[in-house]
């Protein structure tokens, strides 16, 4: 089935972002990461791009995957809930450290080293909702060699901060304020299982975010996300359970989004850029501004 169409004023500065960092006329496959919250359409985004960037006049071979499809296996989210009854943030899927990091890494690596790569997949309709890592039998497999490969994800690009900066985040937390519900232990810990996640970050030779102007819009995207999902194949999660599901999520949002204000991204590589695109509650593009990490960033409308 053939990606929904976006507009120009989403696909077009993507594309023009894109050519701009030259794919063709690399040594290695372009790594572009793709970050935006929960329900923001990047999925859809990234179809579209797919379909766009392989058809002419680009002909681009092009090859894509998600950080959603590098959860853990469903047995073993589950024991990680178990082992740590008390963090609310650790039992179903979502937060930093409920993903395979190796996994993603190698897969990554691999793509780039322009090997023949299996792609992981995750099923989320699984278990009424709580999802399940797809048996590694039946990933497809992706044939080099590559041009860019597009990496997606709802937390791509989060940086760790200090155990001070959780605090005092924490302390201070009023909009969404999900941070409060949560023990500060708690917080700490998904802040350092962050940490390795910079391994797979320093592999991306830019970003493209996609910010939406109140966090909380996150709420209704990822209801509207699950009733198109339950409509097409009839399982998935009831509307509280979406609710109390994004809560989850909310706690990293308020971290660690303004990092990516600021330009923390990339452990390594300062010059790298990235593509901001604002988001009104409607999906709608209401800005785009391009900046370049030396430091800090500063943003250019474009």
């Not at 497999?141 to 597009?150: H, K, Q, T, V, Y």
């Amino acid at each position: 089935m053939t990606a929904p169409v976006l507009s120009d004023t989403l696909i077009s500065p993507i594309l023009a972002f894109i050519g701009s960092l030259g794919p063709k006329n690399r040594p290695k496959p372009l790594v572009l990461g793709i970050s935006g919250p929960q329900g923001s359409g990047k999925t859809t985004l990234v179809n579209n791009l797919v379909d766009k960037l392989t058809a002419a006049p680009h002909s681009l071979r092009v090859v894509s995957f998600s950080i959603d499809d590098i959860y853990l296996p469903h047995d073993e989210l589950l024991a990680l809930g178990r082992n740590n009854p008390d963090n609310k943030l650790l039992q179903h899927r979502g937060e930093p450290g409920t993903h395979d990091v190796d996994l993603g890494l190698q897969t990554i690596k691999n793509l780039t080293a322009s090997k023949a790569t299996k792609i992981p997949a995750y099923d989320k309709s699984k278990f009424n909702g709580h999802g399940d890592r797809i048996p590694s039998s039946q990933w497809t497999s992706a044939e080099p060699p590559f041009d860019i490969i597009l990496f997606e994800g709802w937390c791509v690009g989060f940086q760790s901060i200090t155990r001070e900066t959780v605090a005092a985040k924490r302390s201070a937390s009023t909009h969404p304020g999900t941070l409060s519900r949560h023990a500060l232990e708690h917080l700490q810990y998904v802040n350092e299982q962050l940490e390795r996640y910079a391994q797979i970050w320093d592999q991306l030779d830019a970003l493209v975010w996609l910010n939406a102007q109140d966090i909380s819009f996150v709420y209704k995207w990822r209801l509207e996300q699950e009733h198109a999902m339950k409509a097409a194949i009839g399982q998935g999660m009831t509307d509280d359970q979406v609710e109390r599901f994004v809560d989850g999520y909310m706690p990293a949002y308020e971290l660690y989004i303004d990092g990516l204000m600021h330009g923390d991204l990339f452990s390594g590589k300062d010059g790298r850029e990235i593509l901001r695109l604002d988001y009104d509650q409607d999906r709608r593009v209401v800005r785009v501004q391009r900046g370049r990490i030396d430091d800090t960033i500063s943003w250019r409308d474009i």
